[in-house]
């Protein structure tokens, strides 16, 4: 399995996303730098968390514009799975490979601590490993995580079960105390029409082994792989 992990200048989760995909795949993944349209032929691409370009002007908005993300367009259009986290997530609402936007937190303030997830979707590339309503914890860190749609969006998200993870307690129960950015039906992460395509806030890669304190986010690493070599 080829993988390739997009690398912007403000990027800070990039080196993360390498080291959980190297202990699940068993190999490195390209290294791919933002600037660089001639992205090689990969399985999978991973946009990571970070501050691309400094989150000048907004979350995403200007590495949305990267020759590179361009690829990405026309690739996830192909059909090639492509996981968005945090700052990844903020860049593919800017690209429009999913709908909705990323606002600021409810709070007004920088968020870093564990979270309560539950899977909403595990019938998906992303998920095979997970099972529908399990309790995950996760860690998030943004300032600009509050998922917002209008009704109707919302409305097709929840009807074509294409929600992947919502905010929840520990006894997976969705409520309002548990939402810690205020989105929009505590909506964690999101896939495209296709289900190629998954943005999330919540780092996977920062829980994907115990000696960082956990490693509920492995199954997401571990999954792709057995997935995307299954079908090579």
């Not at 996977?204 to 960082?212: H, I, N």
Request: with cysteine.
């Amino acid at each position: 399995m080829k993988a390739a992990v997009i690398v912007s200048p403000g990027s800070n989760c990039d080196r993360d996303v390498q080291v959980a995909l190297q202990q699940s795949a068993g190999s490195e993944p390209i290294m791919h730098w933002h600037g660089d349209a001639n992205l090689p032929d990969v399985d999978l691409i991973i946009v990571p968390g970070g501050f691309a370009y400094g989150d000048y002007l907004r979350a995403g908005a200007l590495a949305a514009q990267s020759p590179v993300i361009q690829e990405v367009v026309a690739r996830a259009n192909k059909g090639v799975p492509v996981l968005g986290i945090c700052n990844g997530f903020q860049i593919l609402t800017e690209c429009g490979l999913l709908p909705g936007v990323l606002m600021r937190n409810a709070g007004l303030k920088f968020i870093c601590r564990d979270v309560d997830l539950r899977v909403e979707a595990a019938d998906t590339v992303f998920t095979l490993d997970y099972m529908d309503g399990q309790v995950i914890r996760i860690p998030v860190a943004h300032n600009e995580g509050n998922y917002f749609a209008d009704d109707a969006t919302l409305n097709r998200l929840d009807g074509e079960d294409r929600v992947a993870f919502r905010y929840c307690s520990p006894e997976g129960r969705v409520t309002d105390s548990a939402n810690p950015n205020g989105a929009a039906r505590n909506i964690a992460g999101i896939l495209n029409e296709g289900r190629n395509v998954l943005g999330m806030m919540p780092h996977p890669e920062r829980l994907a082994d115990p000696m960082l304190g956990g490693n509920d986010g492995r199954p997401m690493f571990d999954g792709l792989v057995e997935a995307l070599v299954a079908t090579e």
